[in-house]
């Protein structure tokens, strides 16, 4: 994620958000893959999307993530 939204501040604990990936990954033209995250602690929703070297990188973690929700 951009360095803009990790640095948010969360409505609940007035400290910075920790966003997890939510719903279905897609793929989208041009290899890119779109992910929906949301803070786990106030709910805030974001879209974005990654290249494809990036979702390989992170492929893992994504799918860890996904399947605790």
Known sequence: MESRLMKRRCNSTNKECYYV???NVRSTHGDNVH???????????EDIFLSREEYFTQQKLIQREIENV
Do not use: D, L, S
């Open 21 to 23: 990936p939510a719903g």
């Open 35 to 45: 992910i929906t995250m949301y803070c786990k602690k106030c709910g805030k929703r």
